[in-house]
Nanobody, 117 residues
Framework: QVQLVESGGGLVQPGGSLKLSCAAS??????????MGWYRQAPGKQRELVAV???????NYADSVKGRFTISRDNGKNTVYLQMNSLKPEDTAVYFC?????????WGQGTQVTVSS
């Protein structure tokens, strides 16, 4: 059973930084074949894609986070990261990790990020 566990969320002031982690278990030796993504959902809004990284380490970002967020992966640790810099109040949301392989999607439980002074 594939499980994804996010961590690293919290309260940060505008302009600050956070680094989220998503640790995968149950993927066996093929974590590197997963396409991994970070999504977020703010209160009253739909869940939206933030960033994605493919098995080949190609990346794609939402326009709203380009130049501020960086997605990366460590296949040896079965972990994907989201480095978030220059955070804005509008980045406040629950951040979810998703892993995709062979037409199957797996989601984590989410971690809260709050940007406020």
């Amino acid at each position: 059973q594939v499980q994804l566990v996010e961590s690293g969320g919290g309260l940060v002031q505008p302009g600050g930084s956070l680094k989220l982690s998503c640790a995968a278990s149950g993927t066996g030796s093929i974590f590197g074949r997963y396409t991994m993504g970070w999504y977020r959902q703010a209160p009253g809004k739909q869940r939206e894609l933030v960033a994605v990284i493919t098995r080949g380490a190609d990346t794609n970002y939402a326009d709203s986070v380009k130049g501020r967020f960086t997605i990366s992966r460590d296949n040896g640790k079965n972990t994907v990261y989201l480095q978030m810099n220059s955070l804005k109040p509008e980045d406040t949301a629950v951040y979810f990790c998703k892993g995709s392989i062979f037409a199957a999607d797996y989601w984590g439980q989410g971690t809260q990020v709050t940007v406020s002074s």
